[in-house]
């Protein structure tokens, strides 16, 4: 790559420079985009699509007028790469990038704001040249705990992502520490892909994925084997997993207004029972997704009759206890009584539910609040043996509470009384200091005036 530690970004040599020295960067190769570079970066990896980039810039007009830096406002600017969140030519000269590096960019109005331009700083079908220095990259989060980080190889076509249900035909690479442990086509539907062994991770990806797309998924355990790891492929427990997923084709599933009442009703039983399955086997985030699909059905629905009234009723109160039942093995104690409250809502003396959101509100240390639930299960049903015990220990907590608000109180009115102790004291040594400085002055007066006398 071209490189020009000294150029300007000012005065008419621009043009001059960038026609002798700048590479076109356009994929069609029309000089829409010419970059020099002013310092190379480091490490040889580059931003791909979807990546978090952070960079300084300064933008210019061709005449040397500055029209906007991040450097000036003191604050790096960051957004995805190659989603349209930016103009053209950022998407396209920071996909060239290393990290560290600091090149210069000159962009035809067709890779900036066009004919319009952007009034009033930028005129209308302007040519721009900025100096962009690329500070950092990371891939795109695909969930809220960071365990699943995509970065996007080649983009795919089209607008449409499979969802939940869908049936998608991929190609993976699976490795681990470098080591390729799988490489194969599979197929499977979206939301049940452990059961032909592909990790959780790349399930969940799937709905992010567009046809055609090429991506590195980086999973953390928990979205790939877990502690149990995976023997047969010489995996150990807690690993680091890193897929190369191709989505080669897919066919979406019914959407919830696609179809009637009656048919969600029949294939709401066999979700269920596919949810059990899962969480017999100890797969909850696979559960909570089958159960979690029911809910989406059924929650907005009335039923025409008695009868279906009844089973909207009972498959919604099933399916929000499972996912009370798959959060409290999950330790996402907040979802567990999110739960228990719709099935509180639909019936205010479920025993079950009473019970688990006293289970998390335990775990959640509201011990008085548990220790409600818990007696109001016993209101329910007075045989309750696990109640009667839950009872027992939140009332331990209580006072264990109760006794270390006691010892904070104690030591900071301690504290207090110590403190307004020694303000007290300083203050009665300053008052007796003012005395004796007082009666010192009175006999230096004392003595003048006898000296004057004499």
């Given at each position: 790559?071209?490189?020009d530690?000294n150029?300007?970004m000012d005065?008419?040599?621009?043009t001059?420079?960038?026609?002798a020295?700048?590479?076109?960067?356009?994929?069609n190769?029309d000089q829409?985009?010419?970059k020099v570079?002013k310092r190379?970066g480091?490490?040889g990896?580059k931003p791909?699509i979807?990546d978090?980039?952070?960079?300084?810039?300064?933008?210019?007009?061709l005449?040397?007028k500055?029209f906007d830096?991040s450097?000036?406002?003191?604050?790096?600017f960051?957004f995805?790469?190659?989603k349209?969140?930016?103009i053209?030519a950022?998407?396209?000269g920071?996909a060239?990038?290393?990290?560290?590096?600091?090149?210069?960019?000159?962009?035809r109005?067709?890779y900036a704001?066009?004919?319009a331009g952007?009034?009033?700083?930028?005129p209308p079908n302007?040519?721009?040249?900025f100096?962009?220095?690329?500070?950092s990259?990371?891939?795109?989060l695909?969930?809220?705990d960071g365990?699943?980080?995509r970065r996007?190889?080649?983009k795919?076509e089209?607008?449409?992502n499979?969802?939940?249900g869908?049936?998608v035909?991929?190609?993976l690479e699976?490795?681990?520490?470098g080591h390729?442990f799988?490489?194969?086509?599979?197929?499977?539907?979206?939301g049940e892909?452990?059961?032909?062994?592909v990790p959780?991770g790349?399930?969940?990806a799937?709905e992010?994925?567009q046809?055609g797309e090429?991506?590195?998924l980086y999973?953390?355990?928990?979205y790939g084997f877990?502690?149990?790891?995976?023997?047969?492929y010489?995996i150990?427990?807690?690993?680091?997993?890193l897929?190369?997923?191709t989505?080669k084709?897919?066919?979406?599933?019914?959407?919830?207004?696609?179809?009637?009442l009656?048919e969600?009703?029949e294939?709401a039983?066999?979700?269920?029972?596919?949810g059990n399955?899962?969480?017999k086997?100890?797969r909850?985030?696979?559960a909570v997704?089958?159960?979690?699909?029911?809910?989406?059905w059924?929650e907005?629905?009335?039923?025409?009759?008695?009868?279906q009234?009844q089973?909207?009723?009972d498959?919604?109160?099933?399916?929000?206890?499972?996912?009370?039942?798959?959060?409290?093995r999950?330790?996402?104690?907040?979802?567990v009584?999110?739960?228990?409250?719709k099935?509180?809502?639909?019936?205010?003396?479920?025993?079950?539910?009473l019970?688990?959101?006293?289970?998390?509100?335990?775990h959640?240390?509201?011990f008085?609040?548990a220790?409600?639930?818990f007696r109001?299960?016993l209101?329910?049903n007075?045989?309750?043996?696990?109640?009667h015990?839950?009872i027992?220990i939140c009332q331990?907590?209580?006072?264990e509470?109760?006794e270390?608000?006691?010892?904070?109180?104690a030591?900071?009115?301690?504290k207090?009384?110590e403190?307004?102790?020694?303000?007290?004291?300083m203050k009665?040594r300053?008052?007796?200091?003012?005395k004796?400085?007082?009666?010192?002055?009175?006999?230096?007066?004392?003595?003048?005036?006898s000296h004057e006398?004499s």
């Open positions: 790559m071209t490189t530690k150029l300007s005065g008419q040599s621009v001059a420079t960038f026609a020295k700048g590479i076109d960067i356009t994929q190769k829409g985009v010419c570079v190379h480091v490490g990896d791909m979807g978090k980039v952070t960079v300084h810039y300064t933008g210019k007009l005449n040397g500055k830096s450097l000036d406002r003191k604050e790096p960051s995805n790469l190659g349209g969140q930016v053209k950022w998407d396209i920071v060239s990038m290393q990290k560290g590096e600091v090149c210069m960019l000159l962009c109005p067709e704001y066009g004919l952007s009034p009033p700083k930028i302007t040519s721009l040249l100096e962009v220095e690329l500070l990259f990371e891939g795109e695909l969930t809220e365990g699943v980080t996007i190889k080649i795919g089209g607008y449409n499979p969802n939940e869908a049936t035909d991929v190609h699976g490795r681990c520490g390729l799988y490489s194969r086509d599979i197929r499977f539907t979206v892909s452990e059961e032909l062994g959780l790349v399930d969940r799937m992010k994925m046809k090429c991506c590195l999973l953390k355990p928990k877990g502690r149990e790891g995976k023997p047969e010489k150990g427990p807690n690993s680091d997993l897929y190369e997923v989505l084709d897919f066919q979406r599933a019914k959407e919830s207004w696609e179809m009637d009656r969600k009703l294939l039983f066999g979700i269920k029972h596919k399955q899962f969480f086997a100890g909850y985030h696979q997704i089958q159960y979690q699909r029911i809910v989406s059924l907005m629905e009335c039923g025409a009759c008695f009868e009234q089973k909207i009723r498959l919604l109160l099933v399916s929000q206890l499972n996912l009370a039942l798959c959060f409290l999950l330790k996402e104690f907040s979802h009584v999110d739960n228990c409250n099935v509180i809502e639909l019936d205010g003396k479920n025993e079950k539910a019970y688990r959101r006293g289970e998390a509100r335990l959640r240390n509201e008085s609040l220790l409600t639930d109001q299960v209101q329910v007075s045989a309750n043996r696990a109640a015990a839950q027992s331990l907590k209580i006072r509470h109760h270390r608000d006691k010892t904070i109180y030591n900071m009115f301690q207090f009384a403190h307004d102790a020694k303000v007290g004291k009665r300053r008052v007796e200091g003012l004796m400085d007082g009666n010192s002055a009175v006999g230096i007066k004392r003595r003048r005036r006398c």
